[in-house]
């Protein structure tokens, strides 16, 4: 150890799983690629995906690792969401169209609308058409 400046990193790299599921991998990634297509109540559970492999192509390891690769092959097929962050300042506009009542009578205005993200501060105003003149 008094050899090395810092600990040398971890010699594993990329995914590893029992060697007795090296061939199973690609079926169990189908019936996971088909389930996407089916109602979520008709979906394999790991148990399920576990028997289907022992029973129909001759698998001879146990449910754990069955059930590992199932969790992670979820968690990697999973959508993600990159949240939005707002500065402050930073501000989304929009024109937009509405039918109102005015003097009891139907009116059709345009109005400008523009929020600012980062305090949840909407303005909106009102105008009667959507030009530079009316807004300036």
Known sequence: ???FP???EHGRTGVSYSRKLSGFTETIDQILEDDRSVHAKQRHTAVRIFERLRDGHGFTGGITIVRDYVAGAKLRS???YIP???KPGHAQVD???AD???GGKLVRF????MDLPHSDAPFIKAYPAEVAEAFL
């Open 1 to 3: 150890m008094l050899a």
């Open 78 to 80: 999973r959508e993600v």
């Open 110 to 113: 345009h109005y400008f609308c």
């Open 100 to 102: 109102g009542i005015i």
């Open 95 to 97: 024109f937009g169209e």
């Open 6 to 8: 810092a600990p040398p």
């Open 84 to 86: 939005l962050s707002h």
